[in-house]
T-cell receptor, first 115, second 110 residues
């Protein structure tokens, strides 16, 4: 399967700071990228869908001003958690989609801990 | 009622047993059905993909879809401790947007 990378894999930050997470599709061009968050022992929760060159579409209840998504190219999307608070601590996972319904490949995830 | 229902488990079985994992759904427009495996603190990886109804086999894994009952299953034969993970079902309609089950935590005891 295709490879999707995320960086960093683990980040600890102080409350009030901003954190940027990168998601890259390494060997294919992703028409669409998705950002999920996952709390312990819970399933994936879709936060937003981003298409290259256009604004992200956020799911209901997700603050777009807090979770800034930029999809600058077909291989890179970034999620910036602005003014992070302890309740933002979670596992953030991106996925990149090629053509077809079975071509959604996931990154390894980023564990964010906000102190 | 959630669009996709999946028992979160945990499901604990002895090594070598046949494992049956299931999901039910309510949206008859779903036509693409997937099973993902997620190890702890890792991203999900696609395990099986099925379009519409029917069976699909890949090694020790068999995926079944019964659209008339809105029920999908994943069977694992000769289960191994390395199969211990959380298994998530996901499905979509023609828009390809995945709707996820809660995930079932599977534990294979040596």
């Amino acid at each position: 399967g295709a490879v999707v990378s995320q960086h960093p894999s683990w980040v600890i930050c102080k409350s009030g700071t901003s954190v940027k997470i990168e998601c890259r599709s390494l060997d294919f061009q992703a028409t669409t990228m998705f950002w999920y968050r996952q709390f312990p022992k819970q399933s994936l929760m879709l936060m937003a869908t981003s298409n290259e060159g256009s604004k992200a579409t956020y799911e209901q209840g997700v603050e777009k001003d807090k979770f800034l998504i930029n999809h600058a190219s077909l291989t890179l999307s970034t999620l910036t958690v602005t003014s992070a608070h302890p309740e933002d601590s979670s596992f953030y996972i991106c996925s990149a989609k090629g053509q077809g319904p079975d071509t959604q490949y996931f990154g390894p995830g980023t564990r964010l801990t906000v102190l | 009622q959630k669009e996709v229902e999946q028992d979160p488990g945990p499901l604990s079985v002895p090594e070598g047993a046949i494992v049956s994992l299931n999901c039910t759904y309510s949206n008859s427009a779903f036509q693409y059905f997937m099973w993902y495996r997620q190890y702890s603190r890792k991203g999900p990886e696609l395990l099986m993909y099925t379009y519409s109804s029917g069976n699909k086999e890949d090694g020790r894994f068999t995926a079944q879809v019964d659209k008339s009952s809105k029920y999908i299953s994943l069977f694992i034969r000769d289960s191994q401790p390395s199969d211990s993970a959380t298994y998530l079902c996901a499905m979509s309609g023609s828009n390809y947007q995945l709707i996820w089950g809660a995930g079932t935590k599977l534990i294979i005891k040596p």
